[in-house]
């Protein structure tokens, strides 16, 4: 602001001043400052129940040009936090259709991936995967949608590696903290944040640094507030125009770094294979996989069950008599 006041320090100094209606919109951001952020003039006039003149009056009466310069300075601040809703603002005022926002859609991951292979760094590459097979425990975490993400990383490096643990789970980021609290400087922690980023992640990371861990950041770029506090940051370009990220690119860095570490591994052959063995009983129509054509279990006097029998001499057994 001109004057060093935030927009709500102007708007209560002026509340003496302001006519009746205009004191009712007043308090209306006062009350819900960053839900007023993302209205349009119409739908800010609407929820307080006043006309679009008047609240372009209100907003000349607080000092402002107009509205637009009245919203912009209620943005301040919330930009990154407002940006995948006024994209899905802009995107949804094109007329369009179901298949072109599909191919749309498709396109946008095609180039975050090139974008993301583009800017690959080979020496933090190298670097990752070699902090991950030296590990003795690698600690994976992320919250939000990151959390899910964080489960699929864990899942493609647990064959690779000693252990692998993620501390994203329904106890909650205090919970997270009892388990990097056993954090040893051989260990590895590796954080997923993106925007929106979550303060859980932050706060987190900044404990596992100050406790002396190591730390392999998956973020969007070395803007991101996790980046400065990484030993090692791989970044993917993610941006989405119909939601705050794109996951499927931050998922394709995910196998990109599985693979590597598998092919890095000295034992990803063995380890596959053994995995695979143990889970044979799981894998539909291997041998020895548990499926419907099961053997039934013999019935408890020691005959097979009538449900055993084939459906021929189950249908031509006698009726026993009553």
């Keep these: 602001m001109p004057d060093g006041q935030s927009i709500s320090e102007r708007i ?113 590459c190298e670097r990752a995967v070699a902090a991950i097979l030296e590990a003795e425990r690698v600690y994976v975490m992320g919250f939000g949608a990151s959390g899910f993400l964080a489960g699929l990383l864990q899942h493609g490096l647990e064959m690779h590696c000693r252990m692998v643990t993620s501390v994203s789970n329904a106890g909650g980021a205090s919970h997270s903290a009892r388990q990097l609290f056993k954090l040893q400087p051989q260990d590895l922690v590796i954080a997923i944040a993106f925007p929106r980023y979550v303060t859980d992640t932050m706060l987190l990371a900044q404990r596992v640094k100050a406790h002396g861990g190591r730390l392999l950041a998956l973020t969007d770029g070395p803007t991101s507030p996790l980046a400065p506090l990484a030993d090692i940051a791989l970044y993917a370009n993610a941006r989405n125009r119909l939601s705050a990220n794109s996951d499927a690119t931050v998922l394709a860095l995910i196998e990109a770094l599985c693979g590597a570490v598998a092919y890095r591994s000295a034992r990803s052959v063995k380890a596959a294979a053994e995995m695979t063995e143990f889970l044979l009983p799981w894998l539909y129509g291997a041998p020895g996989a548990r499926d419907s054509q099961a053997a039934p279990l013999p019935a408890k006097n020691g005959t097979a069950s009538p449900r055993s029998r084939p459906r021929a001499q189950r249908q031509a057994a006698p009726k026993s008599s009553e």
């Design 12 to 124: 209560a100094r002026s509340l003496p001043t302001l006519t009746p209606a205009h004191q009712r919109m007043a308090q209306y951001v006062l009350d819900n400052l960053f839900r007023a952020a993302t209205m349009r003039i119409d739908e800010f006039a609407t929820a307080v129940d006043v006309s679009v003149a008047t609240a372009n009056r209100f907003a000349r009466a607080l000092g402002f040009e107009g509205y637009p310069q009245f919203r912009a300075e209620l943005v301040r601040g919330f930009e990154a936090t407002l940006a995948p809703v006024e994209r899905l603002r802009d995107e949804l005022a094109r007329p369009t259709t179901v298949s072109e926002v599909f191919a749309a859609a498709l396109e946008d991951g095609a180039r975050n991936l090139e974008a993301t292979r583009r800017a690959l760094d080979a020496d933090a």
